[in-house]
Structures are given as structure tokens and as C-alpha cells.
């Protein structure tokens, strides 16, 4: 088990010409004693290499769930995957035996959590955390893999690694913390990268760091990004393509420039309109009336109606709209996007 | 590290002489005759009276015999038991025995404890977990004054597997037979605390981001959760060793094994102060011990804990 990289590239499906990464038509529902909720009902997207995008929406609207089914880290029980292909390089990692399926983790497809104090085990150092990638996944001595974790550490712009390689995570500052994750992501060279809220535990000028060092190794090492965040400023800085989920399903997925200038769902255009603007200082700010349903009890038809001030009564019935082409590469699951976007 | 060491060794000073200044106080309230106690049956001669008084200070004030107990204790001398047996001498023999009992009790109960509990804590709710609950929960509410003379009866005597007694000089073999007995104790929240720790720890988020790592189900088991859970189970051991041989009384009695608690039973029993008081006394030491290096294990095994 020394190379277990090279082990997983001849794994018999894997095309190098595929696309990247491909999610299609994915469904999760958590079973639990008080009814099935239903956090992801069909999301689709693809990723190219050197590509962000931004997986964007509210608290609870399955950005997360999505995430962890790619990476195939659901709690399961209560979380199942019941429908759809993530697929990698062309090979459906949901068909893939646990023991092939681990190995694609962190060596191919690689997370960031939110919270990086939590994320990281207390009672190891990081140098332990970082070089037990190398020791198991490469079959590194513990000599060299503490040289390796003290270049990535370098790499992610920690100063003093060498010295720092053998303290805990509570020694560090929140946003060394995070440096910390994205070297340990980074560590065996993954082609996508998924950052789960990567920088909401971290104040602004921290996180302006975080997302320029994510977007600078992104670059060097033409990674895929998957970025889950509910910040649209972050958004707009660093991501090339948005998917808006809600309650589950990616209802507009298009362009960043497309999306901020001219969005074709209502509920894109609803968030959007609720960022705060200097230029509209001293006036209401516009919010989204009501709460996200409950992912127990989601609406029949599209699952934005009770909150959309586009809704008809087609809306409000089942089979809920599809994803309308509204250009190449951009769709809009909404019934009446030419209304959306022509205003 | 080093300050806090040195501050609660003081604590420690100030705590025995507490603790033994109340026993020893106890002691000499519950004082008729001692004299008499000592001679026995035979009559004391005013003489022999006279100079004993003198000898063992008796007729000082109650402050200044305490000065002259702790001043022997102090030099190592414990005294002489009112069966004229010198203390230190039975303390020699008790100790090893006690010491032995209370590890045996200790290895048996803890590694039981830890697998079942770890076991438990990962399969929540399954058969194996309920069945656990229940054996605990009827361990839990059978006092060992039950407990003891019951596996005697059925695994010494009737099944024959176990000698039923111990004796002075114990083999291992008929001390584990206590030792189960002794150790049935701590083994029930034992198992619950490494249980509900296990359970936990497992849904943290370290674990999420272990299993991201692609770090196989044991390593992250193994490795991850286990080092997180076993931090307050064994704390919690620790501060059992300490009860455990203190707690023996009972179970020595029983299956009659000269330990600490069968002499200190006794002395309790025929007022022999001396022999009560020198024994409780070590047995604080050993508690004061135990509870420091338990608090210090603590800091060693989880590194945001820091003492200054």
C-alpha cells in the first residue's frame, strides 16, 4: 500500500478526458424518527479543472449534505444517498466499494470544514494530523512525512512551520487554524476541492487572506473548487460559475456575471436584492419573506412558491418546473425565468 | 507544571495533617481504658499502671499526645497495636496483599469496561449494547455485602472453581475470585462513561474530517475517537485504584484476606485506635498520591489542559 495514487488511477472506468467532476440528479433524505427529510432532491452540477463554483443558499438547503455525499462522509444511518451519480473522471463514486471509495478521499476529492478548531482532533499535533496523510496514504516513514508536512505547512504561508509542526490546534490563531485544514486538504494533491463555508468562522480581514491563499494554490495547481457559502461577496470575488440550491435542488446554476446581472430565478434575484447596498443607505432593505421549508414537509411543485412574488398556480403543483435552458451552460428551474430576467 | 506540582504538595501536607488530626481526635474520644484494653483480662498492678501512663503519655493533654503520635508517624514509627503487635510490621504484610488485590480488581474491571464500553458506544441500541445496560444496571444495585458472600457460595463452593477463601499468603488465583467481586465496584460506570464518551466523540467533527482524510473505519476508531474518549475513563480509573483499596473492607472480610481493610475492620471493631489511625493515615497518603497523579495524567493525556 505504498502508492495508493497510482493504485486508483488505473481503477478500471476512469477516463482522464470525463469530465472532472459530474453530480447528477442526486437525492439524500435522512431518515429519523420524526419522518424522512428530504436535503437534497436533485441537485446537477459539473466542474471543471481550475474552475470555481459556488454552491450558494441559506442555512439547511442541502449545500452541505451535497458536499458530504460527494466526499461519501454522510452520517449514515439517518443520511442516505437514494438516487443520482457523482461522478469522477467518468467513474460513479456511489458504485464504488468503501475500500476503493475511501481511497479517492483526500487523494482525488479533498474538504475544508467550517470550523476548523472543531474539525481538527485536539489532542494531536498537527504535524501528527498532517503527516498521518502521508504515512497512510503513502506509506511515508515518520521522518518524511514530517518534511512533507512542514513544506505544505510553508506552502500554506504558516510562519515559522518547522517550529509549529508539533503544537496542538488550540495553539493556533482561527485563521492559521484554517491555513492549517487547507494544507491538510491539500496535502496529497486532490483535483477537486470541496470547502465546506470555509472562512464564516473567520473575521473579514482573515477571511480575505483565506480566500486569496485558496484561490492562489487553486490556481497553481489548477484544482477544481467547490465552494459552499452563503456569503455573496465571497461569491462574487473568486467564483466562475454559481449554483443556487434551495430546499434541495439547484434552482439556477449560471455564470457569476450572468447571475449578479441579470438572475433568472426569483429566488436568486430575492437574494441578491437582500444584500445591503451603500448607494440605497437610509432606505428598507429588501428581505425574503417566511422560512425555508421544512426539509420534512417540502411544497408540492416549486419549492420557492409560498415565498415567490412570481408564483401561479402552476407553481403550486406538481411536477415542479425543470431545469430551462436559459443560455448555454445556464439554467433556471423556473417556470416564468423570462419574466425574472426580462425586468 | 513545576509550581503547580509544589503548590499541591503543600495542599497535600495541610490535607494529612486534617485528616489525621480528626481521626486521631475520634479516636481518642472513643478512649474508655486503653490500659486495661492492653493488659486484657489480667489485673494492673498501680505500679505497671503508673508507668505505662507515663510511657504512652496518657495522662498529657489530648493536643499534646496528638504531638507525640505524629512525631513517631513522622519517623516512621507507628506504634504498637493494643494487641502489642508493632503497626509498621502489619503494615508490611497488609499492603502487598491490598496493593495486589486492588490491581488485579483494577486490570479485570477497566479492560472489561473499556471494551464493552467501547463496543456499546459504537453500536448504540444494538443487542449487544442493551444486554451490556442490563448486566450493569442489576451489577450496579447488588451491594457487595451480597455480592461477595454470593460468588463465594456459588463459584468457591459450590462450582469449586475459585478457592473460597484467600488466607495469609494468597496465590494470585485465589485473589481473582475477589478481585472480580471488588472490581464489580467500578466496572458499571466505568463502562457508562467510556460508552457515552465513545458516542460523543464519534459524532464530532474531527471524525468527519478524519474520515475525509480517507483514513480507514479502524484507524479512525482506533486512533481518533479512542485517544479522545479514553481521557476521562481513565481519569476515572485512576480514582479508582485509590477507592478500590480502601474499599476492600467487605470483600476482604468475606473471602478473608489479610489486606488493609480486613485490619482496619478489625482495629474499628475491638477500638484499637493506633492501629485505625495508622493505618487511615497511609491510606490518605495513597488517596493524595492517587488524585495527583490522576490530575496530572489528565494534563499529559489532553494537551489543552495546561496547570501553572
Known amino acids: ?343 | 507544571m513545576f509550581r503547580y506540582i509544589v503548590r499541591r504538595l503543600l495542599q497535600m501536607v495541610l490535607t494529612f495533617f486534617g485528616a489525621t488530626f480528626i481521626v486521631y481526635a475520634l479516636m481518642f474520644a472513643n478512649q474508655d481504658d486503653p490500659l486495661q484494653a492492653l493488659a486484657g483480662e489480667r489485673p494492673l498492678t498501680q505500679n505497671v499502671r503508673q508507668a505505662l501512663t507515663e510511657r504512652y503519655h496518657l495522662n498529657d493533654p489530648f493536643l499534646v499526645q496528638y504531638w507525640y503520635y505524629m512525631k513517631g508517624l513522622l519517623t516512621g514509627d507507628f506504634g504498637t497495636s493494643l494487641t502489642g503487635r508493632r503497626i509498621g510490621d502489619m503494615m508490611t504484610q497488609a499492603w502487598p496483599v491490598t496493593i495486589r488485590l486492588a490491581l488485579i480488581a483494577i486490570v479485570i474491571a477497566a479492560t472489561v469496561a473499556v471494551v464493552a464500553g467501547v463496543i456499546s458506544g459504537i453500536r448504540r441500541g444494538s443487542l449487544f449494547d442493551n444486554v451490556t445496560l442490563v448486566i450493569t444496571l442489576i451489577i450496579l444495585s447488588l451491594p457487595i455485602i451480597v455480592l461477595a458472600p454470593l460468588c463465594q457460595l456459588i463459584f468457591g463452593i459450590k462450582l469449586g472453581w475459585f478457592p473460597p477463601t484467600a488466607g495469609a499468603h494468597p496465590s494470585f488465583w485465589a485473589l481473582v475470585l475477589p478481585a472480580l467481586v471488588l472490581g464489580s465496584l467500578v466496572i458499571a460506570t466505568e463502562l457508562r462513561v467510556t460508552r457515552a464518551s465513545v458516542a460523543e466523540n464519534l459524532r464530532s467533527d474531527y471524525v468527519r474530517t478524519a474520515r475525509a482524510k480517507g483514513l480507514s473505519r479502524n484507524r479512525v476508531i482506533g486512533v481518533h475517537v479512542l485517544r479522545n474518549s479514553l481521557i476521562p475513563v481513565v481519569t476515572l480509573i485512576g480514582v479508582d485504584i485509590g477507592g478500590l483499596m480502601s474499599g476492600a473492607i467487605v470483600t476482604e472480610g468475606v473471602f478473608n484476606i489479610p489486606g488493609v481493610g480486613f485490619n482496619l475492620f478489625r482495629g474499628i471493631r475491638t477500638e484499637d485506635g493506633p492501629l485505625v489511625v495508622g493505618f487511615v493515615s497511609i491510606l490518605v497518603i495513597v488517596f493524595l498520591v492517587v488524585n495527583l497523579l490522576v490530575d496530572l495524567l489528565y494534563a499529559a493525556l489532553d494537551p489543552r489542559i495546561r496547570y501553572e
Open chain 1, 1 to 343: 500500500m505504498t502508492d495508493i495514487k497510482a493504485e486508483i488511477d488505473v481503477l478500471p472506468g476512469l477516463d482522464p478526458h470525463a469530465p472532472l467532476l459530474e453530480v447528477n440528479n442526486l437525492h439524500v433524505e435522512f431518515r429519523t424518527q420524526y419522518g424522512v427529510a428530504r436535503a437534497v432532491n436533485g441537485a446537477n452540477f459539473r466542474l471543471a479543472p481550475g474552475e470555481t463554483l459556488a454552491i450558494l443558499g441559506e442555512s439547511g438547503c442541502g449545500k452541505s449534505v451535497t458536499a458530504q455525499a460527494i466526499m461519501g462522509i454522510l452520517d449514515s444511518p439517518p443520511g442516505f444517498v437514494t438516487q443520482g451519480e457523482v461522478k469522477y473522471r467518468g467513474t460513479d463514486l456511489l458504485k464504488l466499494p468503501e475500500n476503493q471509495r475511501r481511497k479517492m478521499r483526500a487523494n482525488h476529492i479533498a474538504m475544508i470544514f467550517q470550523d476548523a478548531l472543531s474539525a481538527l482532533n485536539p489532542v494531536f499535533t498537527v504535524g501528527y494530523q498532517l503527516g498521518e496523510l502521508f504515512r497512510k496514504h503513502r506509506g511515508m516513514s515518520r521522518a518524511d512525512a514530517k518534511k512533507r508536512s512542514i513544506e505544505l505547512l510553508d506552502q500554506v504561508k504558516i510562519p515559522a512551520a518547522k517550529a509549529r509542526i508539533g503544537d496542538y490546534p488550540h495553539q493556533f490563531s482561527g485563521g492559521m487554524r484554517q491555513r492549517v485544514m487547507i494544507a491538510m486538504a491539500l496535502a496529497l494533491d486532490p483535483e477537486v476541492l470541496i470547502a465546506d463555508e470555509p472562512t464564516t468562522a473567520l473575521d473579514v480581514t482573515v477571511q480575505a487572506q483565506i480566500m486569496g491563499l485558496l484561490a492562489e494554490l487553486q490556481q497553481q495547481r489548477n484544482m477544481g473548487l467547490i465552494l459552499i457559502t452563503h456569503d455573496m461577496g465571497v461569491v462574487a470575488d473568486v467564483a466562475d460559475r454559481i449554483s443556487v440550491m434551495y430546499a434541495g435542488k439547484v434552482v439556477e446554476e449560471a455564470g457569476v456575471y450572468d447571475i449578479y446581472s441579470r438572475p433568472a430565478h426569483p429566488y436568486a434575484k430575492a437574494l441578491l436584492e437582500s444584500i445591503p447596498r451603500l448607494d440605497m443607505k437610509g432606505q428598507q432593505l429588501n428581505v425574503i419573506r417566511g422560512l425555508p421549508p421544512a426539509l420534512t414537509a417540502i411544497p408540492q411543485g416549486c419549492a420557492f412558491n409560498p415565498r415567490c412574488a412570481y408564483a401561479q398556480d402552476v407553481c403550486r403543483q406538481d411536477p415542479p418546473p425543470p431545469p430551462y435552458a436559459v443560455a448555454p451552460g445556464r439554467t433556471a428551474r423556473c417556470h416564468f425565468w423570462r419574466d425574472v430576467i426580462g425586468e
